[in-house]
Each structure stands twice: as C-alpha cells, then as structure tokens.
C-alpha cells in the first residue's frame, strides 16, 4: 500500500469512528428539550424505508442528499454519475455509494473500493458534518456535546471517539484539508 492509500485509509478509520460517535449524537438532538435540532437545521423527517416504526432526516446538499438514519448515513449525489458515501455503524465502515437512490437500512451497505475514492466520496457528508456541528454549537452552546458526550461515554458499548471541540475541529479541518489529517487520539480528557 503507497503512502497515499495508507493515509487515506487510517483517516477513513478515523471519520468512521467519528460518523459512530455522531449518530449518538444525533439521536441525543432530535430528543434535545427545545425541539428536534435536526428539524431545526432544515432536514425533513421522514419515515425510514426498510425498518417499521423509524424515521430518517433528508436534506439536499451539493448535488446530492444526506441521510440519516439510526445504523446508516449517507451522501448520495442526485444524478448518480459520482459515487456517493454509505456509513453503516454496524458495519463500522465508509463504502461507496454507486446509485442516486439512498442506500436502505439493514438492506444496503455499499462496496468497499479503494481509500482514495471512498475519502473523496465521504467529503461532501464531512463537510456537512462539520457546518452542522458549529451550528450546534452556536445554537445548542458547548454544553449540550458536553452532555451527549458524557452520556456516550456511560454507555457499557459506548465507544468515543473525540471530545465535543477535539471532534469539530477534526470535522472541520478534514471538510478543508487538502490531505487527508489523522485524529489526534493521544489523550481523551474527562469531563
């Protein structure tokens, strides 16, 4: 594997890790006290296809949709010429996407392909991510990642990845980043 290929694909370990921690995340923010923040940020809420009694959020963005649901995210481009990304948080993995219909939950998990493609497919949802997670930041303020952090990491499978500001400064530097950057997952300080 080049240097290339090795670097994308420890920084896709990392945005996976990331995408796992930012589902809970987002479970905890449809439930926050003020009302359902990712409504408020402009998805719709939909039900989910495949899985009964579920919703999904939809939002158009460059060309194409995110998806969230509970196990899976998505950015699919509409007119389906560029591959798109799937993140499956049982699978704990990126794939690519080869299709301009959202991949269904439990059903559908993408292909694998190489680090390069998957990390260039994953931009647009990265990029998504980190103006998402200053929105809350500015809406929501500080403390309401710090409380979805501490809850994450309570969970006997809770699996964090980086605290609240350590993450959106990933988010935000791999949305920007001309090479892909690794998380910094030296020291995960308590709170």
Not at 71 to 95: E, N, Q, T, Y
Not at 114 to 122: I, K, L, N, S, V
Request: charged share 20%; glycine share 12%; aromatic share 10%.
């Amino acid at each position: 594997m080049n240097s290339a290929a090795t670097r994308h694909s420890g920084v896709l370990g990392d945005a996976a890790r990331g995408l796992a921690q930012q589902m809970v995340w987002w479970g905890h923010d449809v439930r926050h006290p003020a009302g359902n923040l990712l409504v408020r940020y402009g998805m719709a809420r939909l039900p989910s296809p495949g899985l009964t009694g579920t919703s999904c959020y939809r939002l158009a963005w460059e060309g194409g949709l995110i998806e969230l649901h509970g196990a899976v995210a998505s950015w699919v481009p509409m007119d389906g010429m560029l591959p798109g990304v799937v993140f499956s948080r049982d699978h704990g993995r990126i794939a690519l996407w080869k299709s301009e219909v959202p991949p269904i939950p439990g059903r559908e998990f993408g292909r694998h392909g190489p680090a390069d493609e998957r990390w260039c497919a994953a931009l647009p949802l990265i990029r998504w991510i980190a103006g998402y997670e200053r929105w809350i930041d500015a809406t929501a303020g500080s403390a309401w990642r710090q409380g979805c952090w501490r809850a994450i990491r309570r969970l006997p499978k809770g699996k964090p990845w980086l605290p609240p500001k350590a993450a959106l400064d990933w988010w935000e530097q791999a949305a920007t980043a001309q090479e892909p950057v690794r998380a910094d997952r030296g020291r995960t300080p308590a709170l």
